[in-house]
Structure formats: C-alpha cells, structure tokens
C-alpha cells in the first residue's frame, strides 16, 4: 500500500509519501538509540512537565488535527474532536500517575535476609509502536504517553493511510519540549518492519492491527527474545437478557456497533438476545439503526462516515453476501450506497449458521449479527464461541447473571449496563487470538520495564 492521504469521502489521493530509504531509516534508528542514553536519565518532574506541555499543545491544535483525522480515515469530525481531547486527557493523565506508577517498591528485608530490598522499575529503551488507522491519534497515544512517562524512547509505524496524523504524532512531542529523537514517526512499508524489530537498538514492540501481523511481528520478535504487546481486534458479544431496559440497550447497542463508521476492535459486534425479547429488541435496534444520518463526516449532523478504505468496504461486502447466499437475513442496510467514496449502511442480519463466515470473522464495519437464544447459558455458550477475546457486553437487571457473566466471560474486559470503551484508569487488551499483554494504567506502563530486584546486604565495615 502507498503511504498517502486518500480521502474515504472522494477516493481521491490528496498526498503521498516517499518512505525512508534504508540509509534514513537506519539514521532514524541510531538517532533514537543515542536519545535512549540521555532520555533515559532525565527527572520525573521534567517528564511530567514534556507530558502536560504536549497536552497543551494538542489542545490548542486540536480542530486542526481533528480535520486531518477525519480527512484521511472517514471518522465523523465529532467523533475526531472526542478522540483529540481523549488523547490531551491520557497526557495529563500519564502526568499525574507516572511518578507513584514508577516510584520503587519496599521488600521485607528481613524476609530476605537483606539490610534492604525493594523493586524498581527502569526504561528498557526503543519501543516500536506498529499502529492501526482507525483511531490514528488514540492509538498512539495510549502507547506513548505511558512509555515516554517511563523513559522509553519511540518509533512509530502507523498505518500507511494516515501518513500526516502520523508526522503530526512527532511534531507534538517536539513542539512540547521532549528532547529530540525521543519519539519518531518513521514512513515505512509493512515490509520493512521486521528489518526494525531485528535491529539491536530496538528493544521491544507493541502492535495493534491484525491477527496475521499480530502472528508475524511476535514470531520476529520471539526469535529476537524482545517483549511484545498485541491487540489484534475482537468480535466483542452483547447479551441482552430479559429484565434488560431493551430501549436503552437499542441505543447503546446502536453506537457500540456504528461508533467511528462500525471500525473499531472493541465495537460490539454479536448481539445474543433471550428470545423471549429478541423481536423486540430487533425492531428497536433496526429503526435506531436506519435512523442513523450517513454523510460527509464533516457535517456536524452526520453520524456514520464512510468506511476507510476500499478494501475494507469490499471485505465488509463479501462477509454480508456470503451470509446472505447461506441464508442470513437482512433485517436493515445489506447494500453499498450508490455515489462516490467508501460508503457501507448500518447493517443488522439475522439466522446467523455456523457455515457462515460471519459466525467466525470480525466485521470492521457497521454490520450488526443478532442471534437469539433460549437462555443464559444458551448465550454464554455462545458468546465465548469464538476465537477473540477483546471486549464483552451484557444488559440485564439480574445479580446473579451479572455475576456469572463477569466470572465466565473469555474476554480482557467485561462492561455490564454499558458500552466497552477504553480509560487511562483500566487495562486495555484481550485474550485468545485478541492477543497479549495490557496497554494503558500501571499495567501498561510496565510492559516495557525492567522491573529489577535490588538486594543489598550489610555493611560489613559497619
């Protein structure tokens, strides 16, 4: 794929850019090692200074880089602007709790037979971030606010479809007073990211994207020894039982499946409904779903943007008319709307079947499946059916469903009576094929830490 800024609404290529030679990536590179040195050595109070100060920085640039955003991947200006003021929050957030976060722990001493113990937790050097485009800013914030807190040392590969929020990542921590060198975006193609993840200066890796790129960078990375982080996407389940409020479940199910045009690893996904209120919560979520205003994301009243890519409209197409042909029924959408860019409707099909690639694969776009079933176990089955383990939903009023929901589901994170999002103040990852590791609170930050034991014995002059 070219690195270029191609508008979803037009399709049409506003810019391109050349990617680094190996000559200029290996400077880059060198560069951030030798910032590594230094970096690393700097106070607490100078970090948390670079850290509010960025988040200054992207306040008072924050329409500008939510225009971009929103130029090169589709996401509605206003769902752009929330994303920009989410990442000033991390910032400050990052500010605030990196020095207890990173603060030494006290050990027994005595415990261990020591004059004194304790823990600390030390910078383990370049990190490369390997981002996806659908939260463009986000994304890359939740990995280097944390890890610039920490004294690591950054280099992103974004995705090649958001080439300038990517070059706008390096000018924010340059203009914010970091030290230069201590966070680079590099242009590069996907096929130059082994070549990175190879080099010694590089210490360790985090990836949000697929599950075959998760598969590829962890198997370089294994074989290198370096920790990786992965996220590689859900199909996050929303059960709706019957003491559910099926209204507001409608609703929140409407934007939990077409938040930022139905691209997102934590949208909700598979709608599991007790059929003793399935018909109705159907005819609710349709008509909450056909509601939707789909237009230019600029517009303040459009709701759904288009999908970001053509690919990605053309893999949303093959899942829904392979359903369709297997005998799922379109209750809403099901159709590409006719005109220029990227466009796919809020979608909701039903009389899901096994043979369906749907039952299996994630939808990254606003396609909705709904299933029913007889019971709770009947649904807690089904929601664990799957490979991922990203996100989980349920709506109901039961304690004991609640509870047992919280203790049986297969996922990183359950949300009960709401929406899955992502906070500062909780770990953010999955488990099974969803991937590894933490991003985001204390968790997050010491993926990429050398937490060291540190035993000292007595003096023996003394």
């Known amino acids: 794929m070219a690195i270029a800024t191609i508008n979803p609404v037009t399709g049409e290529t506003l810019k391109t850019f050349d990617p680094l030679t190996e000559t200029e990536l290996d400077d880059r590179l060198r560069r951030a090692s030798q910032a590594f040195q230094s970096y690393r050595g700097t106070t607490l109070a100078d970090r948390v200074g670079w850290l509010r100060s960025a988040a200054d920085v992207l306040d008072a640039d924050a329409e500008h880089v939510a225009a971009l955003m929103t130029t090169e991947m589709g996401k509605t200006l206003a769902s752009a602007r929330a994303e920009v003021s989410k990442c000033a929050y991390a910032l400050r957030f990052f500010a605030s709790h990196g020095p207890s976060y990173l603060a030494d722990d006290a050990v027994d001493a005595g415990a261990v037979g020591a004059e004194q113990a304790y823990v600390v937790y030390q910078p383990v050097g370049v990190v490369l971030a390997v981002m996806p485009w659908n939260f463009p800013l986000w994304q890359a914030m939740r990995f280097a606010a944390p890890a610039l807190m920490a004294g690591n040392v950054g280099v992103l590969k974004h995705a090649s479809n958001v080439p300038q929020t990517a070059l706008y990542m390096e000018e ?14 590099l242009l590069i193609g996907s096929k130059q990211v082994e070549r990175v993840l190879r080099d010694k200066r590089v210490a360790a890796a985090t990836l949000t994207g697929s599950g075959p790129a998760g598969q590829s960078v962890a198997a370089i990375a294994g074989a290198e020894i370096k920790k990786t982080v992965l996220e590689l996407g859900g199909s996050d389940p929303f059960l709706v039982m019957p003491s559910a409020d099926l209204d507001k479940a409608a609703e929140v199910a409407t934007t939990a499946r077409c938040q930022n045009n139905g691209q997102s690893c934590i949208a909700a996904k598979r709608f599991i409904v007790h059929e003793s209120v399935a018909d109705e919560f159907e005819r609710l979520f349709a008509q909450k779903l056909a509601a939707l205003p789909i237009g230019d994301p600029m517009d303040g009243n ?45 979608t909701l099909i039903t009389d899901i079947t096994t043979e369906m690639r749907i039952y299996g694969e994630e939808v990254f776009g606003p396609v909705a499946s709904l299933y029913r079933v007889p019971d709770f176990d009947a649904g807690m089955e089904l929601a664990n059916d799957t490979d991922f383990g990203l996100g989980s939903n349920i709506w109901t009023e039961d304690a004991t469903e609640r509870s047992r929901f919280v203790q049986e589901i297969q996922a990183g994170m359950a949300f009960v009576n709401g929406m899955t999002t992502s906070y500062p103040e909780m770990p953010f990852g999955g488990v099974k094929t969803s991937g590894y590791g933490r991003e985001l609170t204390v968790h997050g930050m010491r993926e990429f830490l050398n937490i060291k034991s540190v035993w000292i014995g007595a003096d023996s002059h003394s």
Do not use: I, N, S
């Open 302 to 346: 459009t709701k759904v943007g288009p999908l970001a890519t053509e690919q990605g409209r053309e893999d949303v197409e093959a899942l829904v008319r392979d359903a369709v042909e297997k005998g799922a029924r379109v209750v809403v959408g099901g159709r590409r709307l006719d005109g220029p860019g990227w466009y796919y409707p809020p």
């Open 172 to 185: 924010l921590f340059g203009k914010a007073g970091f030290p230069a060198d201590v966070f680079q975006t």
